[in-house]
């Protein structure tokens, strides 16, 4: 389903442009007549060099990044300006998607390149949700179990990173890059605006129910205040270490804020059942403002049927180190394919080898299971692949291709170190019994699973910023569409689920907690990671009409939820949710009206 709806998203951006570029005559293959070329290529560069100045002020205000210009040129001359423009590099992705693009196949060929490309966009977002749901998220359940923390310190720190991950992984490598900033403001923006407007108000048509007073007006305030303090910064232009570590200072208050107000109402609580027992020997039924910040920590598999039991066996069974691996490298069961329609087959068959390679690399600890889901042979596999995938994958493998000494490669001592403690572990367990350290195993799949998903939004981010490039699309606008519809899409159907099921107040609380976390943390780390890069104060692009139509709409929607849910006390209905998707409807023509020109300054 999320694969769907970015493919149909992608459908109208290019109708749009199509259209577009036919009211303004463009033809979009060559604008500039082809320069003189000499056999050596030489003039060829030299004219690229001159055209990068000529038509810069052709392109969207604010736009500084030179590869823009591109399309600009004929198609023959595309591949080496590509090549040979700094801003066209991207180094930090595995692909140069902008070389795949022009240079891969012959310039009429182009049109499929690009297709392939949009493929690629759909399976790394497919990446991107399994990885979050599947082994990120367990394993950080994991965690925060063994270090026994309360629900409420939980649920604001591990399960929102857990629920965001996409997010915040796709905004921090947004950031981290000049040229690409502005994908990470559309994509926080988009997403909020999505989240506070689409989900709410889905959440208001499929089940009306009465909002939690409190937790609302905080999350509500927080949001605000999170957005006030970034449009701020995009007004000015720059943002310092003392701002950065201040979105960082911000989300700590509101840990502590939550964590505080769940204890006083838990006080309350104790001390009204207290009374009452004293008063009658019934015990009236405590209605809770703030019960959802526990219920948020409600996990889907919680409700979900347990057919271990079912299907124990009579007698006792040994099971071999080879079958143990077999069966634990197989992500299908057989009592789950039974039950599912065709249509679920075809889609998990398609998803099997990325299981299969996940399952390869990134161990998972369960506390819920007797043996925690220790797996010997695979959790000794585990010790070798998990370390290479990280020094393969972090910076698109440049740390592991490096030689000590320009002779030995980081990776084979990597791996002789990998097999090396495999071994130990091997020698010194058995099938049946997980060690003492077994929860370290989930650590290892936290760290492995989140530089997956690292990789994935890298990837995503420069697919985008090529689309954008190639169609003449904004940052901004590739943002607040696919990368938030890409991130967000899951969420909200689990969010409509969780409502449909009977519990509204846990939905909207997922929905505000985890978007205050993804823009706090998101901006911050992302911030932090290109300062340490480059310099101290981190300069943004100039902020073009688009990104003042994304923030004024976003503090509309708050200021506009924050008035008219007390007016309406607390109650969100049916009248309520349908105003917020019109809210949304409203937003999103006007976004694209301002992107392609027809609204302007």
């Given at each position: 389903?999320?694969?769907?709806?970015?493919?149909?998203?992608?459908?109208?951006?290019?109708?749009?442009?199509?259209?577009?570029?036919?009211?303004?005559?463009?033809?979009?293959?060559?604008?500039v007549p082809s320069p003189d070329r000499s056999p050596d290529g030489a003039d060829l560069r030299s004219s690229v060099g001159t055209m990068v100045g000529t038509h810069f002020a052709m392109f969207h205000q604010g736009n500084t990044d030179k590869c823009a210009i591109v399309m600009n040129?004929?198609?023959?001359?595309?591949?080496?300006?590509?090549?040979?423009?700094?801003?066209?590099?991207?180094?930090?992705?595995?692909?140069?998607?902008?070389?795949?693009?022009?240079?891969?196949?012959?310039?009429?060929?182009?049109?499929?390149?690009?297709?392939?490309?949009?493929?690629?966009?759909?399976?790394?977002?497919?990446?991107?949700?399994?990885?979050?749901?599947?082994?990120?998220?367990?394993?950080?359940?994991?965690?925060?179990?063994?270090?026994?923390?309360?629900?409420?310190?939980?649920?604001?720190?591990?399960?929102?990173?857990?629920?965001?991950?996409?997010?915040?992984?796709?905004?921090?490598?947004?950031?981290?890059?000049?040229?690409?900033?502005?994908?990470?403001?559309?994509?926080?923006?988009?997403?909020?605006?999505?989240?506070?407007?689409?989900?709410?108000?889905?959440?208001?048509?499929?089940?009306?129910?009465?909002?939690?007073?409190?937790?609302?007006?905080?999350?509500?305030?927080?949001?605000?205040?999170?957005?006030?303090?970034?449009?701020?910064?995009?007004?000015?232009?720059?943002?310092?270490?003392?701002?950065?570590?201040?979105?960082?200072?911000?989300?700590?208050?509101?840990?502590?804020?939550?964590?505080?107000?769940?204890?006083?109402?838990?006080?309350?609580?104790?001390?009204?059942?207290?009374?009452?027992?004293?008063?009658?020997?019934?015990?009236?039924?405590?209605?809770?403002?703030?019960?959802?910040?526990?219920?948020?920590?409600?996990?889907?598999?919680?409700?979900?049927?347990?057919?271990?039991?079912?299907?124990?066996?009579?007698?006792?069974?040994?099971?071999?180190?080879?079958?143990?691996?077999?069966?634990?490298?197989n992500p299908v069961d057989s009592r789950i394919w039974r039950r599912k329609s065709w249509r679920w087959r075809a889609i998990k068959i398609l998803k099997m080898p990325l299981e299969v390679l996940l399952l390869l690399t990134v161990p998972v600890v369960d506390p819920d299971k007797e043996?925690?889901?220790?797996?010997?042979?695979?959790?000794?596999?585990?010790?070798?692949?998990?370390?290479?995938?990280?020094?393969?994958?972090?910076?698109?493998?440049?740390?592991?291709?490096?030689?000590?000494?320009?002779?030995?490669?980081?990776?084979?001592?990597?791996?002789?170190?990998?097999?090396?403690?495999?071994?130990?572990?091997?020698?010194?367990?058995?099938?049946?019994?997980?060690?003492?350290?077994?929860?370290?195993?989930?650590?290892?799949?936290?760290?492995?699973?989140?530089?997956?998903?690292?990789?994935?939004?890298?990837?995503?981010?420069?697919?985008?910023?090529?689309?954008?490039?190639?169609?003449?699309?904004?940052?901004?606008?590739?943002?607040?569409?696919?990368?938030?519809?890409?991130?967000?899409?899951?969420?909200?159907?689990?969010?409509?689920?969780?409502?449909?099921?009977?519990?509204?107040?846990?939905?909207?609380?997922?929905?505000?907690?985890?978007?205050?976390?993804?823009?706090?943390?998101?901006?911050?780390?992302?911030?932090?990671?290109?300062?340490?890069?480059?310099?101290?104060?981190?300069?943004?692009?100039?902020?073009?009409?688009?990104?003042?139509?994304?923030?004024?709409?976003?503090?509309?929607?708050?200021?506009?939820?924050?008035?008219?849910?007390?007016?309406?006390?607390?109650?969100?209905?049916?009248?309520?949710?349908?105003?917020?998707?019109?809210?949304?409807?409203?937003?999103?023509?006007?976004?694209?009206?301002?992107?392609?020109?027809?609204?302007?300054?």
């Amino acid at each position: 389903m999320k694969s769907l709806v970015v493919f149909i998203s992608m459908l109208l951006l290019l109708c749009f442009q199509c259209i577009y570029g036919l009211g303004s005559g463009e033809s979009g293959t060559g604008v500039v007549p082809s320069p003189d070329r000499s056999p050596d290529g030489a003039d060829l560069r030299s004219s690229v060099g001159t055209m990068v100045g000529t038509h810069f002020a052709m392109f969207h205000q604010g736009n500084t990044d030179k590869c823009a210009i591109v399309m600009n040129l004929s198609a023959v001359d595309r591949c080496a300006f590509v090549k040979t423009t700094q801003d066209c590099s991207m180094e930090d992705s595995f692909i140069n998607y902008l070389k795949m693009t022009f240079c891969l196949l012959p310039p009429d060929l182009t049109p499929l390149t690009i297709t392939l490309c949009i493929i690629w966009l759909l399976f790394l977002f497919i990446v991107l949700g399994l990885t979050a749901s599947k082994f990120f998220c367990p394993n950080l359940s994991a965690i925060s179990s063994t270090l026994r923390l309360t629900h409420n310190v939980a649920g604001v720190t591990f399960l929102a990173l857990g629920n965001g991950a996409p997010d915040v992984f796709s905004a921090t490598v947004a950031f981290s890059r000049p040229h690409t900033a502005g994908l990470a403001i559309g994509a926080l923006f988009g997403a909020g605006i999505f989240v506070t407007t689409v989900v709410a108000g889905a959440v208001s048509l499929v089940k009306p129910f009465t909002v939690a007073s409190r937790p609302f007006l905080r999350d509500v305030i927080f949001y605000m205040a999170a957005v006030f303090w970034t449009v701020v910064i995009l007004y000015r232009g720059t943002i310092s270490l003392g701002e950065t570590l201040g979105y960082l200072g911000l989300y700590v208050v509101y840990v502590i804020t939550v964590i505080t107000s769940a204890y006083i109402y838990s006080h309350q609580k104790h001390s009204a059942t207290r009374s009452s027992i004293q008063s009658s020997t019934h015990v009236p039924e405590f209605q809770s403002s703030e019960s959802d910040d526990e219920a948020i920590l409600i996990s889907n598999s919680s409700i979900q049927e347990d057919y271990d039991s079912e299907y124990c066996p009579l007698l006792p069974y040994c099971e071999s180190t080879s079958s143990i691996l077999l069966s634990s490298l197989n992500p299908v069961d057989s009592r789950i394919w039974r039950r599912k329609s065709w249509r679920w087959r075809a889609i998990k068959i398609l998803k099997m080898p990325l299981e299969v390679l996940l399952l390869l690399t990134v161990p998972v600890v369960d506390p819920d299971k007797e043996d925690r889901n220790w797996r010997r042979p695979l959790n000794c596999l585990h010790l070798i692949t998990a370390p290479l995938v990280c020094v393969l994958t972090f910076r698109s493998g440049e740390y592991g291709m490096y030689r000590i000494e320009d002779q030995f490669p980081v990776w084979a001592l990597t791996l002789l170190f990998g097999l090396f403690l495999s071994a130990i572990v091997f020698l010194t367990t058995t099938n049946n019994h997980p060690p003492p350290y077994h929860s370290l195993f989930s650590l290892l799949g936290f760290v492995v699973s989140a530089i997956w998903i690292s990789a994935a939004a890298l990837e995503v981010v420069s697919i985008l910023h090529m689309l954008g490039v190639v169609f003449s699309l904004s940052n901004n606008l590739l943002g607040l569409t696919l990368l938030a519809w890409g991130n967000s899409i899951g969420d909200s159907f689990s969010d409509v689920t969780i409502a449909r099921q009977g519990y509204p107040q846990m939905a909207i609380s997922a929905c505000f907690g985890g978007i205050i976390f993804n823009m706090l943390i998101g901006v911050g780390i992302g911030c932090l990671m290109q300062m340490f890069n480059n310099e101290p104060v981190v300069t943004f692009e100039p902020a073009g009409l688009l990104t003042w139509v994304l923030a004024g709409s976003l503090g509309l929607s708050l200021v506009l939820s924050f008035i008219l849910v007390p007016l309406r006390c607390f109650h969100m209905g049916r009248s309520h949710g349908i105003f917020l998707l019109l809210f949304y409807t409203v937003f999103l023509l006007v976004a694209l009206l301002t992107e392609f020109g027809f609204i302007h300054t």
